[in-house]
């Protein structure tokens, strides 16, 4: 596994090896071939959104940009559907910054509903000592994917 900085001097991190700041960082002679190869290419990142929104979904709040994904608590809407969320606190771009007192009037963020999925299993797990007590109980947690399709906040452009 390559590490950093040293990723293109052919060294290579050795995990077992407990003896010293010297030791810790050994040549292996030349990296293989697909760790050369994998910084040039690497996938291109696109720029960032030039406008994003702070919004209030479900209780909670969620820093949006364009065509972002969120995985929000779940949400009693069909696969495809559009939300547009009007409790909009903040939004701002490259050149301005409106803060709502809570809220911005008229701006909205408009989402679709891309899945209803389950996150992983949560175990809670009781036990008493020597008294043969165990209880074993998990959870999955419900949650929505939604994708943002837009960030409609006039206020930005004036």
Same mark, same amino acid.
């Given at each position: ?43 291109? /990142?696109?720029?960032? &959104?030039?406008?994003?929104?702070? $919004? =209030? ?5 969620? !820093? %949006? ?37 809570? /809220?911005?009037?008229? &701006?909205?963020?408009?989402?679709? $509903? =891309? ?5 992983? !299993? %949560? ?15 998990g959870h999955r947690q ?17």
């Amino acid at each position: 596994m390559l590490r950093g900085r040293l990723a293109g001097l052919g060294c290579a991190w050795r995990a077992g090896m407990v003896l010293g700041r010297r030791a810790l960082f050994s040549p292996l002679g030349p990296s293989p071939a697909w760790a050369r190869t994998a910084l040039t290419h690497a996938p291109v /990142l696109p720029p960032p &959104a030039d406008h994003f929104a702070i $919004v =209030e979904l479900s209780g909670r709040q969620y !820093k %949006v940009t364009p065509d972002c994904v969120l995985c929000t608590q779940s949400l009693n809407a069909p696969v495809g559907s559009t939300l547009t969320l009007d409790r909009v606190l903040l939004a701002g771009s490259s050149r301005r910054t409106v803060i709502g007192s809570p /809220l911005i009037a008229g &701006a909205s963020v408009v989402v679709r $509903v =891309e899945e209803h999925n389950q996150l992983d !299993k %949560v175990v809670v797990f009781k036990k008493k000592r020597r008294k043969g007590y165990r209880r074993w109980r998990g959870h999955r947690q419900k949650v929505t994917i939604v994708r943002v399709v837009n960030i409609d906040a006039a206020q930005l452009n004036g």
